[in-house]
């Protein structure tokens, strides 16, 4: 399972603290100065923004969930006009901020995927330990999961099943859901969680949920996730001015190979060659890397906070070079059907 942005420590007898995943590693990579201009392209519950904050630096803080943004009115409060909290895209962080006044900004910091709050919010759908509707939007519009999961035709529902969950068994999965919504519509998170867990078995102890990896699937597709990354890193590059940085955490494979091939790619001065094709060399590189290897959170961290363990910091400092054109599929960017009305 993602593991989220904030993620969340309950404390027994008082109300749930939000705990930003790599905190330390995020500040020290992003080394914010006072009067320096942050994006924080996914406010969450907030955490990176409030230390950012401390520093002296102002912030864009951006969410595309509003109970995110209404959340985070008593932290505005605080801190003024130095705080600017959007409802958006982190995709259109670049246009939001020239919206908001800010041509170039010295900072990017983007913790990507769903947040605690929202896989502990019923209601909202991403979870199949809590029954609710069968939604997963991380905003109000679009398809949801359960207009997905009963409408598409099982052949490209299996694609997006293994493509973007990495479900082996996405055809028996498929066929379950098949025969469940012959009998009627599926609407409940538990309901489509018994029926991936019959086709898929229930597995050992100490096995992820049988149905971890096609809620997954189906959230990523609901919210274009992947789309939406590449598309921020890209943002991230047009807006960026020269020694801005850009700070991401992802949490599963899918994220971090097109965070780690969009940074290298857009720091390489060579193109590889073969013994076939000499190296030739490339566009003047976009970003120097700050990370030449994923920063991963210590035991430490891991044990305080087990939701944090599949966490990778990547990072770059950009340069003087024009930007470039996104070519998704170079980075990573799976091909997957689309879906009418999707986000």
Known sequence: MIAGRDTEDRVAGGPARHVPVLLDEVMET????????????????????????????????????????VRGRPLAETYGNRLTL??????????LAVAYGHERVNGVVLDVGV??????????????????????????????AADVVNGMEPRDLARVITVLGEERRARAVVAAIGRARAKG????????????????????????????R??????????????????????????????????????????????????????????????????????????????????MPGAAEIEANPRARSARLRAGRRTAAPPRDLDKAAIGVPTVPDWPGRM
Request: glycine share 10%.
């Open 214 to 295: 096609t809620f997954q699937a189906l959230r990523i597709f609901v919210n274009r996730e992947l789309d939406e990354l590449a598309e921020a890193l890209a943002a991230s590059e047009r807006v960026l001015s020269t020694g801005g940085r850009l700070v991401v955490v992802a949490f599963h494979s899918l994220e971090d190979r097109i965070v780690k091939r969009f940074l290298a790619e857009r720091s390489a001065t060579r193109s590889g060659g073969s013994r076939h094709t000499p190296e030739t060399t490339v566009a003047p590189p976009t970003f120097e890397l700050l990370t030449r290897q994923a920063v």
């Open 30 to 69: 992003l080394a914010p100065d006072a009067g320096e201009v942050i994006i924080d392209g996914t406010f969450g519950a907030g955490g990176y923004t409030r230390r950012i904050l401390e520093t002296g630096a102002d912030v864009l803080a951006i969410d595309r969930d509003p109970r995110a943004i």
């Open 115 to 144: 947040s605690s709050m929202q896989l502990d919010e019923a209601d909202r759908g991403f979870a199949f330990r809590l029954d609710g509707p069968l939604d997963m939007r991380m905003g109000d519009t679009g398809a949801t």
């Open 185 to 212: 519509a599926i609407t409940r998170t538990a309901d489509l969680a018994d029926i991936v867990a019959g086709a898929v078995g229930r597995g050992k102890p100490g096995d992820i949920h049988p149905a971890t």
């Open 86 to 95: 959007i409802e958006g895209r982190f995709a259109d962080l670049d246009r």
